[in-house]
């Protein structure tokens, strides 16, 4: 069988946000919103989750009922905490927005196509990657503190069942 390069980048890109919904998908209510902000920690990476998927981040703006507070420089944190139904709708529309980016740059655009913003330049590629990496490293952290608030976590998932 033969697996395009693509299709190599969807599977460990569908496999971690699934990873990410098994953690908000564990969390009892009893953790949801405490000391460890689980919600605001998951809503965190949702939302730059998204923003990394816009290939022109000057136009980004998350779903409603989000905001751009996440963007403020003062740390603010948004007006209200979010709940897991509207958390994993948000992520159900960022994997969807994941997968048709994918799906729908050649393999020569994510390569030669660029990301950029006053911080960084990066190529399509390279942002996917890097975005994959903030969405382990903080899904990481959730399942930290559901080890530590319920002695268990959601299990390894190798690559997305989801096909391109």
């Not at 390069?5 to 990410?20: D, H, P």
């Not at 953690?23 to 990394?52: E, G, K, M, S, V």
């Not at 390569?111 to 990481?140: C, D």
Request: with cysteine.
């Amino acid at each position: 069988m033969e697996t395009s390069f693509k299709e190599v980048i969807w599977k460990q890109f569908g496999a971690t946000i699934e990873m990410l919904e098994n953690a908000i998908q564990l969390c009892p209510d009893r953790l949801w919103d405490t000391a460890t902000q689980f919600w605001y920690n998951a809503y965190h990476t949702l939302f730059y989750l998204d923003y990394y998927l816009t290939l022109d981040p000057d136009h980004f703006a998350p779903p409603a009922p989000f905001t751009l507070s996440e963007m403020d420089p003062s740390g603010v944190l948004p007006d209200k905490t979010y709940s897991r139904d509207e958390l994993l709708t948000y992520l159900a529309y960022c994997k969807n927005k994941c997968h048709d980016l994918i799906a729908g740059l050649t393999e020569d655009e994510m390569i030669l196509k660029t990301w950029s913003n006053p911080y960084r330049t990066y190529s399509i590629f390279e942002i996917l990657l890097y975005n994959m990496r903030h969405v382990q490293h903080h899904t990481a952290q959730l399942n930290l503190h559901l080890r530590q608030g319920i002695d268990e976590a959601p299990k390894w998932v190798s690559q997305t069942k989801t096909p391109l």
